[in-house]
């Protein structure tokens, strides 16, 4: 458990709606769009994301057990719209890196001092050209 965790009530119904607002047109953000695994509901989450390579990293401040993450390891991907594009991932793999190699050096600092070492990475889903 991060020493985010008792946080996550609150930014759930503060935090989020106001950074929904935003987060998929500004750099270093995006919306992961997932569905519930037991409703079916579709969700919308803001988060910090990084490229690495074909494939985004997420640093799971609130740890590994929140629901967005175990919907979209269910899910077996999602949706994330960064920079008002919508792009699919797939193949969602669970990170779990003291290092947090990953991350960019002073990102990698910050979450160092939250105690984070959990990330979640998924491939972009590459579409084939028409024709």
């Keep these: 458990m991060t020493r985010l965790a008792f946080m996550g009530p609150f ?24 569905v519930g695994r037991t ?9 910090n994301v990084f490229r690495d390579g074909d494939a985004w990293v997420m ?6 057990d929140v629901q967005w993450v175990r919907n979209v390891l269910a899910a077996g991907g999602c949706e994330l ?3 008002g594009h919508r792009v699919q991932l797939t193949g969602p793999e669970l990170i779990h890196d003291p290092n947090r190699r990953l991350m960019p050096i002073p990102v990698r600092w910050f979450l160092g001092l ?8 998924l491939r972009q889903v590459i579409e084939p050209p028409p024709g």
């Design 11 to 34: 930014t759930m119904r503060f935090v989020n709606p106001v950074t929904r607002r935003f987060a998929g047109r500004v750099p270093g953000f995006a919306i992961v769009h997932h």
């Design 39 to 47: 409703t079916g509901r579709a969700y919308s989450t803001p988060m």
């Design 59 to 64: 640093a799971l401040t609130y740890g590994a």
């Design 81 to 83: 719209e960064i920079r």
């Design 114 to 121: 939250l105690a984070v070492t959990d990330f979640l990475r």
